[in-house]
């Protein structure tokens, strides 16, 4: 964590965030303590940048020295003063602009800086490439890669030209290596996620570890012959952590596609959905943990890990912590991969769609006990007003709700509680060093997912309305008026441009569709206007860059070849008036011993502000972003959605201690650092996660006056 290491007694007058996630372990835990439990509460702005830019900003920046490395939403890099927010510089790639009718936008959650003393350079990932900046100007690096870059869509396979790969969470610096992971589609095709590591100075490819096994390397026996060449995704988006000292290199991976319909990869698919350890220096896998085996439900690894050191049974244990989206904890021994509490691999039922092999067991940690809750049954079913409840009562008769890992049907929702974001998501997880506590926050929220039949002669689009806008706008379309508008007559008052428009953007109460592709909504906007459904526009030979969340994105397209069954789209199980259709919590925020497996505390985090104005217990709201815990016992979160705030509490209490509004939704991981004596905290706004609210992104910083 110190910037420039100090021989001296004294307190450091400049301490550094100089890795995504504060350092290398991913703790987020930062050794400042000007910033106290005491005096937290007259922590003020102390500065604000503001980037007049649409879309999403999920950056948690990085600060050496004096500058702060950080992106806007449009893929710009800038530096900043780190004291005061003056622009430094600003780095385009030109890759904004207009494509299939959108901005190119983040997230790009960070930067990797690399030094070796005398020469030093930032490692910046836009979209497909992975450009080596000068630190001071912010110009390109042109002796690395070709001309300043490398195309990280190159040396996986076949033609990379057709490869859709974005790097949106920063490498880490292992020596004089970057090693990365990437995002990619959801559907076929995709290319398989290799895990790579390049020169910094050349940009040369060092080593990549396959994460879709090869012919004989192990692994492949989990996988039908052959299925290695088509096969893919399998990629680490969610971030990496080092043990630098040990050179080990943990690598959490997301699943194979496709996400929700795996006839084609009928197997455990190793390794999809597994904690990879590798050696930094080689790529040479040391141990793996699958999370879970053959993945049917999108339950990638979607947080960074941990290194945590742990007194577990009386015994100090250098450990590796993996949070995941059902709300598990896993903890292991990060040189062995033993695990510190037990894993039961519990049966889970077959799956119901021909075709489907579901795996017969999955995997479970004894503890800690979930952070998010597992069972949705009536009981927990929305009692906010009696017409939700009421409305929510239907709604839930019709849907399959049994716990993890039950396969998704067709032609009847599933309960997905958590839901596809979480349990935790990239914001990752804060631990206190010192005393092996870890700070998670997790959506608490359910949701539904159903597969259909793909149907050759068309139906796409009646599916994906049945699925998707039904239930507000009536299976006939016709709607409840006033309240949902009849889709019946749409033609005659919206044109095809203003249809689009709200569906993707959506409107009032209704939630934006921003992850549809553009065929497919050709066909839906067609299939509104005229009540009949079109036959499936020709599958693009690849994906569109859609921008946003493609994590969950893209899989309502035609796309992905002859699989038999489709996913039919995510949907929230959300009341009439736009709730959460459970009771609260809707998001937490946790306190997680690990020495032990207990909790010392658990909260919910985050409001609705009209529902909080009315009074009652607090309902927590979903959450994006991470905490950062600081020595001096406080942890600091953004993450809420819809309430603005940053907010600092008790890390021993879980008690709110401060909190600030926002000009935006601080729905990203804050750092902390001190330049001059003086410790600054800063957060990246926006409010892409919720279009109603009026859209803009800031970095801003706070500071004691
Ligand atoms: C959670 C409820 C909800 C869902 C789900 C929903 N909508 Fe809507 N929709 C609304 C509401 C409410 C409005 C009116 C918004 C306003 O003007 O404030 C609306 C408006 C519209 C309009 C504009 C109608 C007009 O006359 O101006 C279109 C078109 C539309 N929705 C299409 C869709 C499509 C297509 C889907 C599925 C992909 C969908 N909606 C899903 C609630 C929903």
Redesign the pocket.
């Known amino acids: 964590m110190l910037g420039g290491l100090c021989a001296c007694a004294v307190a450091p007058r400049s301490v550094d965030w100089p890795v995504y996630g504060g350092n290398a372990g991913s703790d987020r835990y930062s050794e400042l303590t000007q910033i106290t439990p005491a005096n937290v509460g007259r922590l003020a702005e102390a500065w604000r940048f503001a980037m007049d830019e649409p879309g999403d900003s999920q950056t948690n920046p990085i600060i050496v020295g004096r500058t702060l490395f950080a992106y806007t939403p449009t893929l710009n890099v800038i530096a900043l003063d780190g004291a005061t927010g003056r622009l430094l510089w600003r780095f385009d790639a030109g890759v904004q602009g207009a494509a299939a009718g959108r901005i190119f936008t983040g997230p790009a959650r960070g930067l990797a800086y690399w030094s070796d003393g005398h020469e030093s350079r930032l490692l910046a990932g836009i979209m497909n490439r992975l450009y080596a900046l000068d630190p001071r100007t912010g110009r390109p690096i042109r002796s690395f890669g070709e001309d300043g870059a490398v195309d990280l869509r190159k040396d996986l396979r076949g033609d990379y030209t057709q490869h859709y790969v974005s790097l949106t969470t920063p490498g880490v610096i292992y020596k004089d290596l970057i090693i990365v992971g990437f995002r990619t589609s959801e559907t076929k095709p995709a290319p398989p996620g290799d895990l790579r590591a390049y020169d910094v100075r050349s940009g040369r490819l060092r080593w990549s570890f396959h994460t879709i096994p090869r012919p004989g390397e192990p692994g492949l026996e989990t996988w039908p012959a052959e299925a290695w060449r088509s096969a893919g995704a399998a990629n680490n988006w969610a971030g990496l952590a080092l043990d630098a000292r040990r050179g080990i290199v943990y690598a959490p991976t997301g699943s194979a596609v496709s996400d929700m319909y795996g006839a084609d990869r009928v197997g455990a698919d190793l390794y999809a959905d597994t904690l990879l350890a590798l050696d930094a220096a080689t790529g040479k896998r040391l141990w793996h943990f699958q999370g879970v085996h053959h993945d049917i439900w999108d339950r990638d690894f979607s947080s960074p890990p941990s290194l945590v050191s742990v007194l577990h049974a009386g015994r100090r244990v250098d450990a590796i912590a993996q949070p995941t989206k059902q709300g598990y904890l896993y903890l292991f021994d990060r040189v062995t991969g033993e695990p510190l509490f037990p894993i039961e691999e519990r049966a889970v039922p077959p799956s119901p769609v021909p075709g489907e092999i579901a795996w017969p067991t999955q995997p479970r940690p004894t503890l800690p006990e979930p952070y998010a809750r597992q069972l949705l049954t009536a009981d927990l079913l929305t009692r906010r007003t009696p017409a939700a409840h009421a409305w929510a009562e239907r709604q839930f008769a019709g849907f399959r709700s049994a716990g993890q890992f039950v396969p998704f049907a067709a032609d009847q929702p599933t309960v997905l509680f958590p839901g596809f974001d979480g349990g935790a998501e990239w914001g990752g997880a804060a631990v206190d060093v010192r005393t092996g506590v870890m700070y998670i926050n997790a959506n608490d929220v359910a949701w539904t997912g159903m597969l259909v039949r793909s149907t050759p002669g068309g139906g796409l689009a009646a599916a994906?309305?049945q699925a998707?806008?039904s239930?507000?706008?009536g299976a006939d379309r016709k709607g409840s008026p006033p309240?949902?508008?009849s889709?019946d007559d749409?033609a005659g008052?919206?044109d095809v441009g203003q249809?689009a428009a709200?569906?993707m953007n959506g409107?009032?109460?209704?939630?934006p569709?921003s992850t549809?592709q553009s065929s497919t909504l050709t066909q839906?906007i067609e299939y509104?206007r005229t009540g009949t459904d079109a036959a499936p526009a020709a599958a693009p030979a690849s994906p569109a860059p859609t921008g946003q969340k493609l994590e969950m994105g893209v899989s309502l397209s035609s796309e992905g070849g002859p699989a038999a069954y489709r996913f039919t789209g995510y949907n929230r199980f959300?009341d009439?008036d736009?709730y959460p259709a459970i009771a609260p919590p809707w998001g937490t925020l946790n306190a997680i011993d690990l020495n032990t497996g207990r909790y010392l505390w658990k909260i919910p985090l985050g409001e609705y502000p009209e529902l909080a104005a009315q009074g009652g217990p607090a309902t927590g709201t979903e959450n994006y972003g991470g905490p950062v815990v600081t020595a001096s016992g406080l942890v600091f979160i953004g993450a809420t959605i819809y309430d603005h705030k940053i907010r600092a509490f008790d890390a021993a209490s879980g008690a709110l201690l401060w909190q600030h509004e926002l000009p935006f939704a601080g729905t990203a991981t804050p750092a902390t650092y001190m330049i001059d004596g003086r410790q600054f905290l800063v957060i990246a706004t926006n409010n892409a996660r919720n279009r109603s609210a009026p859209q803009g992104a800031a970095y801003v910083a706070f500071a004691l006056p």
């Open positions: 994906l309305y998707q806008c239930n507000c706008h309240a949902f508008p889709l749409v008052r919206l249809i709200v569906i409107r009032g109460r209704m939630p569709f549809i839906l509104l959300l009439p736009g």
